[in-house]
């Protein structure tokens, strides 16, 4: 079966930091681009970031330049979002996603998502 | 950045109607838009990709056209257990957007 999980959500104050991770299984990994997208609670959908197969390719929203860093691991098919000085409307659901191969940005399958909230 | 907006944020809709969501893009995308339903404490689900390309396991009752800056997602005879939230996104460059969402919810 296709699957992401994710894990490493959870409590964090402003100014901390987080690492979250996504272990990916059913599918060949290292294949894909792979993105992370947020929800804050009761509001849309946010892209994060995304990465190449290989790592040398990255890319992040605004709000997160600077402060997170994407990271993949193909050997133990794991996706990774280190996020520090973190911030009350960095709140949210955060899902990985399986992008594509070639064309990058439409995302077929998803985690069950992990919740950071940031308060002190 | 491309702005995605998205037209209604919320539809009241029944069984059987026809149902018609509309996006649009700041700028062109060419086809480089995607449609995916989420229902309340759940993941998204991919529906359409290249603005018109059924995802592998979605219902022949979704359909998506347009190319440029307008999009619509159609429903053509709505169904339970398509009441959700709707949202467009862009992939037309590395920065990628996605729409407010529209709520389809029962009338």
């Known amino acids: 079966e296709v699957q992401l999980v994710e894990s490493g959500g959870g409590l964090v104050q402003p100014g901390g930091s987080l690492r979250l991770s996504c272990a990916a299984s059913?599918?060949?990994?290292?294949?894909?681009?792979m993105t992370w997208v947020r929800q804050a609670p009761g509001k849309g959908l946010e892209w994060v970031a995304n990465?190449?197969?290989?790592?040398?390719?990255?890319h992040y929203v605004d709000s997160a330049k600077g402060r997170f860093t994407i990271s993949r691991d193909n050997a133990k098919n794991s996706l990774y979002l280190q996020m520090s000085s973190l911030r009350a409307e960095d709140t949210a659901v955060y899902y990985c996603?399986?992008?594509?191969?070639?064309?990058?940005?439409?995302?077929?399958?998803w985690g069950q998502g992990t919740m950071v909230t940031v308060s002190s | 950045d491309i702005q995605m907006t998205q037209s209604p944020s919320t539809l009241s809709a029944s069984v059987g109607d026809r149902v018609t969501i509309t996006c649009r893009a700041s700028?062109?995308?060419?086809?480089?838009l995607a449609w995916y339903q989420q229902k309340p404490g759940k993941a998204p689900k991919l529906l359409i990709y290249?603005?018109?390309s059924l995802e592998s396991g979605v219902p022949s009752r979704f359909s998506g056209s347009g190319s440029g800056t307008e999009f619509t997602l159609t429903i053509s005879s709505l169904q339970p257990d398509d009441f959700a939230t709707y949202y467009c996104q862009q992939y037309n460059s590395y920065s990628l957007t996605f729409g407010l969402g529209t709520k389809v919810e029962i009338k």
């Open positions: 996603a399986r992008d594509g191969i070639v064309v990058v940005g439409a995302f077929d399958i």
């Open positions: 290249k603005a018109s």
């Open positions: 700028q062109s995308i060419s086809r480089w």
């Open positions: 990465i190449k197969q290989d790592g040398s390719e990255k």
């Open positions: 059913g599918f060949t990994f290292s294949s894909y681009w």
